[in-house]
């Protein structure tokens, strides 16, 4: 059985700073692809960031591209999100995923995620 837990999140003034951590449970954690999505209210989960299984390819939502970093270590079973510039708009809950272990390529699509955390709230105030 597979779980993700967040951690991390928090209230920070516009242009701070927070690090999401995303610790998994479970064997070959190296195997899967993770990628952190988001929900806002009112709003349906968009994706975030994503990292292969090795950690040697990342991509990014264009709206974060240059403030945000992903980047895991396999050794600890955790993946991380480095959020840097926060904007208010970048308020919402923030839902680790994880694909199945035979996909070790990222994805930007919910769908193919398999896992999922129960969501960490990030609040950045104007």
Same mark, same amino acid.
């Given at each position: 059985q597979v779980q993700l837990v967040e951690s991390g999140g928090g209230l920070v003034q516009a242009g701070g700073s927070l690090r999401l951590s995303c610790a998994a449970s479970g064997r070959t954690f190296s195997a899967s692809a993770m990628a952190w999505f988001r929900q806002a209210p $009112?709003?349906?989960r968009e994706f975030v960031a994503a990292i =292969? $299984?090795?950690g040697i390819s990342t991509r990014y939502?264009? =709206?974060v591209k240059g403030r945000f970093t992903i980047s895991r270590d396999n050794a600890k079973n955790t993946v991380y999100l480095r959020m840097n510039k926060l904007k208010p708009e970048d308020t919402a809950v923030y839902y680790c995923a994880r694909r199945g272990e035979k996909y070790s390529t990222s994805s930007s699509i919910s769908g193919e995620y398999d896992y999922w955390g129960q969501g960490t709230?990030?609040?950045v105030s104007s």
């Open positions: $009112g709003k349906e =292969s $299984g090795l939502d264009d =709206s709230q990030v609040t």
